[in-house]
């Protein structure tokens, strides 16, 4: 592949850096290269992608993400790593940053709405913690859940969440919504006084709820579960983390879900 000439380079990366500043404060921040991965993987529209050196990204892509070469060749352009850091503060270690166009809401909805379900719906009861939100959709869009909700205040597309979410937001419905608008479904909720997840069986159409890292679930959502539900744990330990109560909850759906 030939490289494209200086004059062309510096072109393109003022162009580049223009169309940045035209939709940084509406377009979703894809942070490294791993996100840029996974949302080009699940179909992310990508106006832009910047890189202080784009040969080494696209070694990355061929030992990475092969399927992925041809298609960052054409959209990577390169700029100086001053005008990176002027736009991308907090630069990836892997020197790639890209902006996305943020998926429909109202399409994420009609695919949270839609039933029959084939898998879960996973609801983060007021979350506080944008790391650990992120960790829960990355997992979420491994086991092919239908989507990720959020109550309460935090936002589920904060970059922070994008990042722990390693570009995956793109590969499930992500949404935050209020607990009267939860998608249908029997609801499981998971609290340390309900029945032992091990003797149930988790239905495809399920609603998961997880309560917030440090008060638990919500009156709300308890007053709504059909079902409460446990994780076995070790007496004397206090609580799982948020993500991996998750991975266990789905991992029970996906060995021993509805046949």
């Known amino acids: 592949m030939n490289e494209p000439s200086a004059p062309a380079t510096a072109a393109s990366a003022t162009a580049a850096v223009r169309i940045w500043r035209g939709l940084a404060d509406t377009a979703v921040l894809l942070d490294g290269f791993h996100a840029l991965k996974h949302a ?26 092969p399927d992925l070469r041809e298609p960052l060749g054409a959209l990577l352009v390169e700029v100086t790593d001053e005008a990176l850091r002027a736009l991308v503060p907090r630069i990836h270690p892997t020197g ?7 998926p429909s809401r109202t399409a994420n909805l009609e695919a949270l709405a839609r039933m029959p379900r084939s898998a879960p719906v996973v609801v983060l009861d007021n979350p506080r913690n944008l790391g650990n939100a992120g960790a829960v959709i990355r997992l979420a869009a491994g086991f092919g859940a239908t989507g990720v909700v959020t109550t309460g205040t935090l936002d589920p597309w904060h970059p922070t969440v994008v990042r722990g979410g390693a570009g995956l937001h793109f590969a499930t419905a992500v949404e935050r919504l209020d607990v009267a608008d939860l998608p249908r479904g029997p609801l499981f909720a998971l609290d340390a006084e309900g029945e032992d997840i091990r003797g149930l069986k988790i ?6 709820a997880f309560g917030s890292e440090r008060s638990g679930l919500s009156g709300e959502v308890r007053a709504r579960a059909d079902h409460l539900v446990s994780l076995p744990m070790r007496p004397q330990v206090s609580s799982y983390n948020l993500a991996t109560s998750v991975a266990m909850t789905l991992f029970h759906w996906s060995a021993s879900g509805a046949e």
């Open 40 to 65: 080009l993987r699940f179909g992310a529209q990508i106006p832009v992608a910047l890189t202080s050196d784009r040969a080494a990204v696209l070694h990355l892509a061929e030992d990475l993400a």
């Open 96 to 102: 790639v940053a890209a902006l996305a166009v943020r």
């Open 203 to 208: 239905p495809d159409d399920a609603v998961l």
